[in-house]
């Protein structure tokens, strides 16, 4: 399939911080596209302390293509956080919630930002992931562990 299933914009909210929209289908070829377009982002020539992911609008997930793209963002010289995730996060195979859970999440776009530049304007040093200790803990994987099964038993541990 070609990676036409897919679009992406970028904005930049505020100095340093870069958000990156995608809309589409998410499978491996657009995998790979989102993959290019990060890259290319963080080779701007302005400096970023982040880049925030905004999947709200992705209409579909291939587990491994959202293994392919958590796996590649660990490769970019800038951290990226994810946006909008949260509520289709529970749809997903338990394939795609295990890749997803490596990487920061925040219910949206704003949310992810707002914490970033907090967490920016505190450290003190080089820059930090979201997950590394700094106050203002995001939505993430391992929280959804306790939420019911879809029949109404709960997950497992």
Same mark, same amino acid.
């Given at each position: 399939m070609p990676a036409r299933s897919v679009q992406l914009s970028a904005r930049?909210?505020?100095?340093?911080? $870069?958000?990156?929209? /995608?809309?589409?289908? =998410?499978? *491996?070829? @657009?995998?790979?596209?989102?993959?290019?377009? #990060?890259?290319?982002?963080?080779?701007?020539?302005?400096?970023?302390?982040?880049?925030?992911?905004?999947?709200?609008?992705?209409?579909?997930?291939?587990?491994?293509?959202?293994?392919?793209?958590?796996?590649?963002? $660990?490769?970019?010289? /800038?951290?990226?956080? =994810?946006? *909008?995730? @949260?509520?289709?996060?529970?749809?997903?195979? #338990?394939?795609?919630?295990?890749?997803?859970?490596s990487t920061a999440c925040y219910p949206s776009t704003a949310a992810a930002v707002q914490t970033l530049l907090g967490r920016r304007s505190a450290r003190s040093g080089g820059p930090r992931r979201p997950h590394d200790g700094v106050p203002g803990r995001p939505v993430a994987a391992p929280a959804l562990r306790d939420a019911p099964a879809a029949d109404g038993e709960p997950a497992p541990s």
């Open positions: 930049r909210p505020a100095d340093r911080v $870069r958000v990156v929209d /995608v809309a589409g289908e =998410l499978d *491996g070829a @657009s995998a790979a596209l989102v993959l290019r377009f #990060l890259d290319s982002q963080c080779k701007t020539g302005r400096e970023l302390d982040h880049i925030v992911l905004d999947v709200t609008n992705v209409s579909a997930y291939d587990p491994a293509a959202t293994e392919q793209l958590c796996a590649g963002l $660990r490769f970019l010289p /800038v951290p990226v956080a =994810l946006a *909008g995730c @949260s509520s289709r996060f529970t749809m997903l195979p #338990l394939r795609g919630r295990t890749a997803l859970s």
